[in-house]
């Protein structure tokens, strides 16, 4: 698969820039845990030009403050229908299904997934996306998935260089 056109890179959340647990405390509040190799690798990604969106099924009072903190500024939390959403998203990028990578795990991704050039699905995800994916991570989501994905499409674009690597 050429990564050149990809653009924009597009990511659920559950299962993928987390390991997918839902840790309930006492109160009923929701953990989750996010990977610092993601977050420099989506630094990297920011730097190099790349877009990014969240696309998730579920909303979650860390996200907005860790999209920030990443520079993510298409953010879609409690998202039923994510085929529309993805629509949006691209619409919101001004970018097409060609220039589009999806990181998926489960099944409400499989739309967007058979719609966009480069799905990936993560080492831990379902079956049936790892089936319709061009890429399956070796790493888990929420291990360092989406930095495996970044290093992918940047050295496949050539942007893997020594200045990006600074820059962050």
Request: proline share 5%.
């Amino acid at each position: 698969m050429d990564t050149a056109p990809i653009k924009l890179l597009i990511l659920d959340v559950d299962g993928v820039l987390t390991d997918g647990r839902l840790v309930f405390g006492p109160d009923g509040e929701i953990s989750k845990t996010f990977h610092a190799r993601d977050g420099c690798a989506l630094k990297l990604w920011g730097a190099s030009g790349g877009k990014i969106a969240i696309l998730s099924g579920r909303s979650h009072q860390a996200l907005p403050p860790r999209a920030k903190e990443l520079g993510i500024e298409l953010v879609h939390t409690g998202i039923a229908d994510k085929l529309a959403a993805y629509d949006t998203i691209l619409t919101e990028a001004s970018c097409g299904d060609d220039n589009v990578a999806y990181v998926g795990d489960d099944y409400p991704d499989m739309g967007p997934m058979r719609r966009c050039a480069f799905p990936v699905a993560v080492a831990n995800a379902s079956p049936s996306v790892k089936r319709i994916s061009w890429y399956v991570t070796k790493l888990r989501g929420g291990r360092g998935a989406v930095a495996e994905v970044i290093e992918l499409l940047l050295r496949g674009q050539g942007r893997w260089t020594k200045p990006l690597l600074k820059s962050v």
